[in-house]
């Protein structure tokens, strides 16, 4: 039965969207699942897999000693961040300007964002977000009454976000560019040199850049980018690298999650890594926020760091076979457009029905969990005219295995034909 209550919520926490996912596992519930038939849930970017055995009994014995029930300095334990130093160094190349002290450990990377917005911006301020966007930042810019200005981002450009539309948005009200690559929810991987522009487009303005590269380490084929390195040559449309005057402390905030690299996402670790000028201002937020991160999970994985790269390594490398399986088993009318990360954006081909209702019958008809486009945008009309950028679904191909990406793409070239809708 609904209960009231005799006081009334704040009017920005009621601004504030609701999270989607329990709406799509809603769909899911009526499904009358079989073990001939069972669901297929590729809706939430979960690891697939736990994390390894070491890593379990380190967590195990981390979380039995009594040093580790206390408070921690906000920043995090000093030895998870210099281990974090060294292991960015192996991502970001060995010239890359990091120390401990631009380093803090967080409860997660959504709460590290809450941190960085809080830090960086005012209510009635604007913060720069591509759409479609993390429904995470969104929330959180909204409920800090920060007003998200919206990057459009489109299929027939990759789903990239364009420079010269980002500057046309710059007003003296913006305080900071959000990218998040591989990108969440498109799968999109922005390249070193677009990223150097953005970079060099947020220092001229004299505004912050950040980036969430929560799934950092499922870029296997060269380094996520450049800005953190110091070099004597301008090239930063060709190949990423900065202009010979760049100090990325001056401009750029890194975000980053423990969750899907290291399969720990109940653990809650996340980390800022950004300039020791900044940091009194986040651990200000911190403090009211987290007080510190879990402690045992930071103590477990601090020595482990270097051995669990094989794992790492191994767990992106299964990512990747997946979106490749997932690409080539996918039937020919459903169209990827952007792909990478945990994530991949396929256009539906039903013409004329909005991403909401085709992922509703999915769920419930089909028993494929995924989620459509309109979870990562503003509200739209579902039953007003329907433009391509309402026919989109994120999939999630990490929560699978081969078998059942291929049961999924078997299942959706079913429902072409039982759900009875005009193709394209």
């Known amino acids: 039965m ?14 504030t969207g609701r999270p989607p996912i329990p709406q799509a596992y809603a769909w899911a519930e009526a499904y009358p699942a079989t073990t001939a038939r069972p669901l297929l849930d590729m809706s ?29 300095p906000n920043a995090g334990v000093s030895e998870l ?29 959504n709460l590290a964002f809450v941190a960085v917005a809080k830090a960086l911006a005012d209510a009635g301020e604007e913060i720069i977000l591509p759409v479609p966007w ?26 990239l976000p364009s420079l010269e539309r980002c500057a046309s948005l ?43 590269e929560t799934y950092r380490d499922f870029i296997t084929t060269h380094a996520p980018h450049h800005l953190f390195s110091r070099r004597s040559s301008h090239a930063s449309t060709t190949d990423g690298v900065p202009a010979a005057d760049w100090d990325w ?17 109940g653990h809650r670790l996340g980390l800022i890594c950004a300039s020791p000028a900044l940091m009194p201002a986040l651990t200000a937020a911190l403090d009211n926020l987290q007080i510190c991160a879990p402690r045992p999970p930071q103590a477990g994985l ?29 039937p020919p009318r459903w169209r990827i457009g952007s792909q990478g990360g ?48 309402d026919r989109w679904v994120r999939f999630s191909v990490a929560n699978v295995d081969d078998l059942k990406v291929e049961l999924v793409c078997e299942r959706l070239e079913e429902s072409e034909r039982v759900f009875g809708w005009e193709l394209d």
């Open 2 to 15: 609904a209960m009231k209550t005799a006081f009334r919520l704040s009017k920005s926490i009621i601004a």
């Open 44 to 72: 939430q970017g979960v690891p697939g897999v736990p994390p390894p055995p070491v890593l379990l009994d380190a967590l195990a014995k981390a979380t039995a000693a009594p040093e580790n029930c206390g408070y921690l």
């Open 81 to 109: 961040r210099k281990a974090m130093v060294a292991e960015m160094k192996r991502s970001y190349g060995a010239d890359a300007d990091l120390t401990p002290d631009d380093i803090a450990i967080t409860a997660g990377c």
């Open 134 to 159: 993390y429904f995470n930042h969104e929330m959180t810019l909204t409920m800090l009454e920060i007003k998200p200005v919206l990057l459009h981002t489109y299929a027939k450009e990759g789903f």
């Open 170 to 212: 710059i007003t003296n009200k913006t305080k900071a560019i959000v990218l998040v690559t591989p990108n969440n929810p498109t799968g999109a991987v922005y390249s070193p040199s677009l990223i150097a522009s953005f970079a060099k487009l947020a220092r001229d303005h004299n505004i912050a850049l950040v980036i969430d």
């Open 249 to 265: 402390r001056t401009t750029f905030v890194h975000l980053f999650s423990f969750s899907k690299s290291y399969c720990i996402p």
């Open 302 to 330: 601090a020595p482990l760091l270097p051995a669990l790269r094989p794992f790492v390594r191994a767990t992106a490398e299964a990512v990747a076979h997946r979106h490749t399986l997932f690409k080539a088993r996918l």
């Open 342 to 389: 945990y994530y991949a954006f396929v256009r539906h081909p039903f013409a004329d029905v909005h991403a909401n209702v085709v992922c509703e019958r999915l769920a419930k008809e089909m028993g494929v969990v995924s989620l459509p486009a309109g979870f990562f945008g503003p509200r739209g009309d579902e039953e007003g005219t329907v433009g391509d950028e």
